[in-house]
């Protein structure tokens, strides 16, 4: 028989309640891996400061679309600018370039207008601006102002180069024929050459107007130009009034050039008289001196051959003057450099031609080629230096100032008269105004004593009787003169007698002409007797 016997296992088993944290712990793992893998990137952006921006809660857009958000701000280890560790959205890795631009968008007052307004309720926010390079990149620097041209726009961007910035900045509109064409991006000072760089933006398809004779001027607010033709006004539009700007073409008389790449530099102009004004290529200098005030005369002014303009003042060379020692002689000349073009006399622009002026120039001199200082304006004052050819001046020849050649000049017209005023001036000046006054004090002491004495006299008896006698003598002759009135016995005898003395006149007149015709009369009669015939006694 047989028999089985139980057997007894000692190994336990795991309860069931165990696989809740098991699970949970799997589910998490998963969901950590799965967070990692589809997370989105993290961004490290710095910013000058952190105005406006608060960990957690700035938001980061792009189109106006949320992609992200701020998680910690930090001070950089420079102390000088501010960290943000930014957290992406999966999708926003593609936009992530080297190119790419960020800013924070607050609100902006300034010439330009004004934006940002809806930051005020909703608070400020940091705009992605995905560039069109290489991916990858996860360090930024933000930008402090917002840019005005989106990366990858089409058009033309540009440098232009001023003497002073006026009113043209960020966002100042670029005009053609006073329609907006394109904008000024950015503007700063270059320390080194002390002049401004506009870089600027022609959108397209306005890019094309652009060439290698396109020149660029300001037309912000009103430009007041006074110089020797007079005073000048040019007003801009409403918009260019308001914000400043800027606009191009090509000058009239040029023509067009060829098309320009981008940062291509151009020079911009203060004015469009400036800016049109005519470029030569081949010119030469000389030095001209005056002894007179050059007060109005600025460099740009009108260089004049008998009133056709042949140049212009570059500058006066009073440093090179003061360098030698000549300013402390009392008679010293104003050294004035001058720029001659030949281009100007219509005979072409080369060297050539160029050569034919200096020699003209030196052949003049010799033939009474001389500068004279003349006024251009008399409103404004402004000055200018005309050439012209004197007969009564000696023959010279052209001189040296500091390596230029010198060209003689003259005093005429009204800097003369000027001359000659100073001069009598001087000369009065120099007269003995002291010695002049004490013999006129003299003077007025003696007669303040005759005006005295004769006070006295009119003062006495003898002079206060006069009236008196002079009253009795004008009566006694008034009436001397009526006895000599109509109707008086001495008029009419005088009458009788004047009637007389006409009678025995025009008899006197007869008897003149008769002897006139018969001077024998006062010889023998008039009436000739016959001589007497002898008779013949019975």
Request: glycine content about 10%; proline content about 5%.
């Given at each position: 028989?047989?028999?089985?016997?139980?057997?007894?296992?000692?190994?336990?088993?795991?309860?069931?309640?165990?696989?809740?944290?098991?699970?949970?712990?799997?589910?998490?793992?998963?969901?950590?891996?799965?967070?990692?893998?589809?997370?989105?990137?993290?961004?490290?952006?710095?910013?000058?400061?952190?105005?406006?921006?608060?960990?957690?809660?700035?938001?980061?857009?792009?189109?106006?679309?949320?992609?992200?958000?701020?998680?910690?701000?930090?001070?950089?280890?420079?102390?000088?600018?501010?960290?943000?560790?930014?957290?992406?959205?999966?999708?926003?890795?593609?936009?992530?370039?080297?190119?790419?631009?960020?800013?924070?968008?607050?609100?902006?007052?300034?010439?330009?207008?004004?934006?940002?307004?809806?930051?005020?309720?909703?608070?400020?926010?940091?705009?992605?601006?995905?560039?069109?390079?290489?991916?990858?990149?996860?360090?930024?620097?933000g930008l402090e102002d917002i840019p005005v041209t989106p990366v990858g726009e089409p058009g033309l961007r540009l440098t232009l180069i001023s003497e002073e910035a006026g009113s043209i900045g960020a966002g100042t509109t670029v005009l053609f024929k006073d329609h907006a064409v394109g904008r000024v991006e950015s503007t700063e000072f270059d320390s080194d050459n002390q002049t401004f760089?506009?870089?600027?933006?022609?959108?397209?398809?306005?890019?094309?107007?652009?060439?290698?004779?396109?020149?660029?001027?300001?037309?912000?607010?009103?430009?007041?130009?006074?110089?020797?033709?007079?005073?000048?006004?040019?007003?801009?539009?409403?918009?260019?009034?308001?914000?400043?700007?800027?606009?191009?073409?090509?000058?009239?008389?040029?023509?067009?050039?060829?098309?320009?790449?981008?940062?291509?530099?151009?020079?911009?102009?203060?004015?469009?008289?400036?800016?049109?004004?005519?470029?030569?290529?081949?010119?030469?200098?000389?030095?001209?001196?005056?002894?007179?005030?050059?007060?109005?005369?600025?460099?740009?002014?009108?260089?004049?051959?008998?009133?056709?303009?042949?140049?212009?003042?570059?500058?006066?060379?009073?440093?090179?003057?003061?360098?030698?020692?000549?300013?402390?002689?009392?008679?010293?000349?104003?050294?004035?450099?001058?720029?001659?073009?030949?281009?100007?006399?219509?005979?072409?622009?080369?060297?050539?031609?160029?050569?034919?002026?200096?020699?003209?120039?030196?052949?003049?001199?010799?033939?009474?080629?001389?500068?004279?200082?003349?006024?251009?304006?008399?409103?404004?004052?402004?000055?200018?230096?005309?050439?012209?050819?004197?007969?009564?001046?000696?023959?010279?020849?052209?001189?040296?100032?500091?390596?230029?050649?010198?060209?003689?000049?003259?005093?005429?017209?009204?800097?003369?008269?000027?001359?000659?005023?100073?001069?009598?001036?001087?000369?009065?000046?120099?007269?003995?105004?002291?010695?002049?006054v004490e013999s006129a004090n003299r003077t007025l002491a003696g007669l303040d004593g005759t005006v005295k004495e004769l006070r006295e006299l009119l003062a006495s008896d003898k002079v206060q009787s006069m009236p008196q006698a002079l009253t009795k003598t004008m009566s006694e002759l008034t009436r001397t003169l009526e006895s000599f009135s109509s109707g008086s016995e001495f008029y009419?005898?005088?009458?009788?007698?004047?009637?007389?003395?006409?009678?025995?006149?025009?008899?006197?007149?007869?008897?003149?002409?008769?002897?006139?015709?018969?001077?024998?009369?006062?010889?023998?009669?008039?009436?000739?007797?016959?001589?007497?015939?002898?008779?013949?006694?019975?």
């Amino acid at each position: 028989m047989m028999s089985a016997d139980a057997t007894v296992s000692t190994k336990r088993r795991v309860p069931a309640i165990w696989l809740v944290p098991l699970v949970a712990l799997l589910l998490g793992i998963w969901m950590a891996v799965h967070t990692a893998l589809n997370k989105g990137p993290e961004v490290s952006i710095s910013f000058a400061t952190a105005e406006g921006i608060e960990a957690g809660k700035t938001r980061i857009k792009a189109r106006s679309v949320e992609i992200g958000i701020v998680e910690s701000v930090t001070l950089g280890e420079d102390l000088d600018s501010v960290v943000l560790v930014v957290q992406l959205d999966p999708v926003a890795k593609s936009l992530l370039r080297e190119d790419s631009r960020f800013w924070v968008v607050r609100p902006r007052f300034g010439t330009s207008g004004v934006s940002g307004l809806g930051t005020i309720v909703s608070g400020a926010y940091i705009e992605l601006d995905p560039g069109e390079g290489k991916e990858g990149r996860r360090d930024f620097k933000g930008l402090e102002d917002i840019p005005v041209t989106p990366v990858g726009e089409p058009g033309l961007r540009l440098t232009l180069i001023s003497e002073e910035a006026g009113s043209i900045g960020a966002g100042t509109t670029v005009l053609f024929k006073d329609h907006a064409v394109g904008r000024v991006e950015s503007t700063e000072f270059d320390s080194d050459n002390q002049t401004f760089r506009h870089q600027v933006f022609i959108d397209a398809p306005y890019d094309v107007l652009v060439n290698d004779a396109t020149r660029f001027w300001n037309v912000s607010g009103i430009h007041v130009d006074a110089g020797v033709d007079g005073v000048k006004v040019n007003i801009g539009s409403l918009q260019s009034l308001l914000q400043g700007g800027v606009t191009f073409g090509v000058p009239e008389g040029l023509p067009a050039g060829a098309a320009v790449d981008n940062e291509t530099e151009f020079v911009l102009y203060g004015s469009y008289d400036s800016a049109a004004q005519k470029r030569y290529q081949y010119h030469t200098y000389y030095v001209v001196r005056f002894k007179q005030s050059l007060a109005g005369l600025l460099p740009g002014a009108p260089v004049l051959f008998r009133g056709i303009n042949i140049g212009v003042v570059e500058r006066i060379m009073i440093d090179a003057l003061a360098a030698g020692g000549g300013i402390a002689g009392q008679g010293s000349a104003i050294p004035v450099l001058i720029k001659l073009e030949a281009g100007r006399l219509g005979l072409g622009d080369t060297q050539v031609v160029t050569d034919q002026l200096i020699e003209a120039v030196k052949t003049g001199v010799g033939n009474g080629l001389r500068g004279t200082l003349a006024t251009g304006n008399l409103l404004t004052g402004s000055k200018l230096i005309s050439f012209d050819y004197y007969a009564n001046e000696t023959s010279a020849s052209p001189g040296d100032f500091n390596g230029y050649t010198t060209i003689p000049t003259i005093e005429t017209g009204l800097e003369r008269i000027e001359v000659k005023v100073s001069q009598l001036l001087d000369k009065l000046n120099g007269l003995p105004v002291e010695a002049t006054v004490e013999s006129a004090n003299r003077t007025l002491a003696g007669l303040d004593g005759t005006v005295k004495e004769l006070r006295e006299l009119l003062a006495s008896d003898k002079v206060q009787s006069m009236p008196q006698a002079l009253t009795k003598t004008m009566s006694e002759l008034t009436r001397t003169l009526e006895s000599f009135s109509s109707g008086s016995e001495f008029y009419d005898d005088l009458a009788r007698a004047l009637a007389e003395l006409i009678l025995t006149l025009q008899g006197l007149d007869g008897l003149s002409t008769t002897l006139e015709k018969q001077p024998s009369l006062l010889i023998f009669p008039k009436t000739i007797r016959p001589d007497p015939e002898p008779e013949v006694l019975p």
